[in-house]
Structure formats: structure tokens, C-alpha cells
């Protein structure tokens, strides 16, 4: 069965960085994008990129651009977040979920979850 | 790019019907059929329930539709019931590529 992994929780200082894994199993990888998901507390969800297990490709929102990275590593069918100059607004559960694709066509839709990785930026 | 706008709180009585709308612009909603709808338990991951505007996954139950009409979507559960007390996101395509959420709705069941 689809499954997405996520590594644990982190505890952060303002100004560092912080890598979060996300580990898939059950299905074609290069079929789907990896999209990430942040929640801070008691907050929405907001959308920070997505990543092409197909050709490594990623887009980033704007908002995160220049201070973020995704990267997917096909040895270990695990995609990365990596988000530097961390301020406490960071402090969130990050969540990786797969595109809905068939057929060649994707369709937005965020079909699997990770479980989520609470990350907390405090000095 | 900006959230999509949903109402904060919607409330209904087992057994009725409830719509949460979405709006936003001529850019996302508007532009693409790649609306999608989540609901959201606390401490627990998003699930996808809506997906293109108005599909459902396999496994979730017919009580939930979507619709869309210009730059405004809508999720409809019919047969309110207490399990469907969650929070509810919609999410467009906005070009780019790039997603954007809606601010969520919390649903309570009275």
C-alpha cells in the first residue's frame, strides 16, 4: 500500500536550517509529484512547493523561493525539505503528500500523506 | 498569491445538508478544473475528499460533491453526520505551477 514516511520532530534555532524526510513505498515513484505542506498551530495549510521524482525538477512558491530546497534521492525513494534562515513564523508541522496521477495526466489532488513533522523554531 | 477565501465556521444538525463555499479568482478557481477539497481531523493529516472540481476518491462516500461555478467552488456534504465534524480545505491549481489553500472551515455538528 501507499505510504509517505516522515522523519521526526526538530527543534530549531532562529537563523539555522532544518531538513525534513519523507520516505514513499507502495507505488511508482516517477509516476507522482511530492508536494510539501506546512500547518503552523492553530493555522491553515500553505502550499511551499512540489518536486519531480521523474526528473528532479522542482518548483517553489514564492514566498519560499531562494530559502528553500526539495530534492528526492531515487536510491532511497525519499524526498527532502530543507528550509534555511529559520525564524519562529517557521515553526509548523511539515507535511510531504503525493499528486493524484493517472494516466499520465496529474490532477492537484494531494491523494497520501505523510503523518507530519513538527518543526520548532525557538532560542 | 493570495489564500482562497472560505467562510470560518459552518454549522448543521445530523442528517441536513451543508455547503462550504470557495473563492477566488479568475487565476486559480476560475482558470482550472483542479479544485480539490480536504477535510481534517485534529492531530491528524489532511484527506483528500474532492478532487477536479467535483470527483471523488475511490472510498469516499457520496455524501460529499463538489461544484463550481465561475471563480467560486463549493464542497456539499448531504447527511450531515457527528464523524463529519472536522476542518474543511479547498485547494486550486494557480498556474506556475503552484497550489494555494483556502483558509479553512471549521464544521461543527450540532
Known amino acids: 500500500q501507499v505510504q509517505l514516511v516522515q522523519s521526526g520532530a526538530e527543534v530549531k534555532k532562529p537563523g539555522a536550517s532544518v531538513k525534513v524526510s519523507c520516505k514513499a513505498s507502495g507505488y511508482i515513484f516517477t509516476d507522482h509529484y511530492i508536494h510539501w505542506v506546512r500547518q503552523a498551530p492553530g493555522q491553515g495549510l500553505e502550499w511551499m512547493g512540489r518536486?519531480?521524482?521523474?526528473?528532479?525538477?522542482?518548483n517553489y512558491a514564492q514566498r519560499f523561493q531562494g530559502r528553500v530546497t526539495m530534492t528526492w534521492d531515487t536510491s532511497i525513494s525519499t524526498a527532502s525539505l530543507e528550509l534555511s534562515r529559520l525564524n519562529s513564523d517557521d515553526s509548523a508541522t511539515y507535511y510531504c503528500a503525493r499528486e493524484y496521477c493517472t494516466g499520465g495526466r496529474c490532477y492537484s489532488g494531494l491523494d497520501y500523506w505523510g503523518q507530519g513533522a513538527l518543526v520548532t523554531v525557538s532560542s | 498569491q493570495s489564500a482562497l477565501t472560505q467562510p470560518a465556521s459552518v454549522s448543521g444538525s445530523p442528517g441536513q445538508s451543508i455547503t462550504i463555499s470557495c473563492t477566488g479568482t479568475?487565476?486559480?478557481?476560475?482558470?482550472?478544473?483542479?479544485v480539490s477539497w480536504y477535510h481534517q481531523h485534529p492531530g491528524k493529516a489532511p484527506k483528500l475528499i474532492i478532487y477536479s472540481d467535483n470527483k471523488r476518491p475511490s472510498g469516499v462516500s457520496d455524501r460529499f460533491s463538489g461544484s463550481k461555478s465561475g471563480n467560486t467552488a463549493s464542497l456539499t456534504i448531504s447527511g450531515l453526520q457527528a464523524g463529519d465534524e472536522a476542518d474543511y480545505y479547498c485547494?486550486?491549481?494557480?498556474?506556475?505551477?503552484?497550489?494555494?489553500f483556502g483558509g479553512g472551515t471549521k464544521l461543527t455538528v450540532l
Open positions: 479568475s487565476s486559480d478557481v476560475g482558470n482550472y478544473n483542479l
Open positions: 485547494c486550486s491549481y494557480a498556474g506556475g505551477p503552484s497550489l494555494v
Open positions: 518536486i519531480s521524482p521523474n526528473s528532479g525538477g522542482a
